[in-house]
DNA sequence: TCAATAACTAAGCATGTGCTTAGTTTAAAT
DNA sequence: ATTTAAACTAAGCACATGCTTAGTTATTGA
């Protein structure tokens, strides 16, 4: 017995993801977002509470988008360690929009809020980090002569170096990351 | 014939820096400046022009600070690739202050503010990068064997390397931090 | 001594921020 | 057709933002 939304979450979410995502959490206002989801502010904050609530549900959507575009593809691929290569390069692609380079949505967020992030916004970052963190060690135990050491620290290692091509992506040029990522593999 | 300061502006850009390295550029304000600088805002419009200036003068201060504490070590060393190794180390402590670390300003910087830094931040920035690089370069070449091709290859890796550290510090631990650490120069 | 000049204080400006609320429109249940 | 409840519009709240300015204080050269 009720009016039904003119919008649907799923839809107006993602553009806001599209906005976090080229403009970091703060300096990403309300009204912005207004403009960008095509709703007013009192819709953001009936559907979504307040602006961390629409932060939040943005960090799903983008595992969502990830997910489909770049993380299924690791999944499936039997390649091994080249399997985990090709998903370095594909995320270069995944984080650019016609020649600038967004980086990735999770790592901005760790690099802005650092430690000051509320505990919600952190959990979806631990989750989304372990998940791709796991995805690596499965690939890398597709090498039998690995040990269970080695496996966890080449993890570690790919962790890091993928956060600092996320970052690097946004200053340097194809060919610098190309070296990265080549030397990268040298001894995986 | 008249007044003098009754400050340094070297002294107070350096707690505008600390402000700035802890916060980033957009989340601190000309209050929070205020009150860490110790001045009033009238001094600081006047002393530097407006918040912009403030920034630039602060990543000047950056650089002095990260070339005392540093980067002179790197230049005076003769061990080769493992100075560069031990630089890795060093910055980690470096960015460290209690327990929470603040990556490196240089990199935040860029992360936050991307492609839409302006001109003055941005010159900042790439000729404190190539500072970095050109002494990579420097201690490569003290291995007879590496061609030139190599050392240009090796440097672009070491210094998205480095990125990934600065933004890795933040939310990983000293152990993975390590792993990262020894398995990038495994193969340099 | 005193005029000149720069450094200070603090109040204030316009605009932006996250969020709320009074009032209206819409659609379904009766 | 009428009631009811949710979804809408748009105005507005209190406070924060970068920056300015009127008015005061201190230091200097003449």
Do not use: H
């Not at 399997?83 to 016609?98: N, R, V």
Request: glycine letters at 4%; charged letters at 30%; one cysteine or more.
């Amino acid at each position: 017995m009720a009016r039904k939304k003119e919008y649907l979450e799923d839809e107006v979410i993602e553009k806001a993801m599209e906005l976090f995502w080229r403009n970091g959490y703060e300096t990403t206002s309300v009204r912005m977002l207004e403009k960008e989801m095509g709703i007013n502010q009192f819709s953001i904050y009936a559907s979504f509470g307040n602006k961390k609530g629409v932060f939040i549900k943005s960090l799903a959507c983008y595992k969502g988008k990830a997910k489909l575009e770049l993380i299924n593809k690791l999944q499936k691929s039997t390649d091994g360690v080249n399997a985990i290569k090709q998903y370095f390069y594909d995320f270069i692609k995944f984080s650019k929009e016609s020649s600038i380079n967004k980086g990735c949505l999770i790592t901005n967020t760790v690099n802005e809020l650092g430690e000051k992030a509320d505990q919600e916004i952190m959990s979806e970052i631990v989750s989304f980090a372990t998940n791709v963190k796991d995805l690596f060690i499965e690939k890398l135990e597709s090498n039998p002569k690995k040990t269970t050491e080695t496996i966890r620290k080449q993890a570690n290692y790919l962790m890091v170096s993928l956060q600092g091509l996320s970052v690097a992506s946004k200053m340097f040029d194809q060919e610098q990351l190309d070296d990265f990522i080549e030397n990268t593999f040298k001894n995986i």
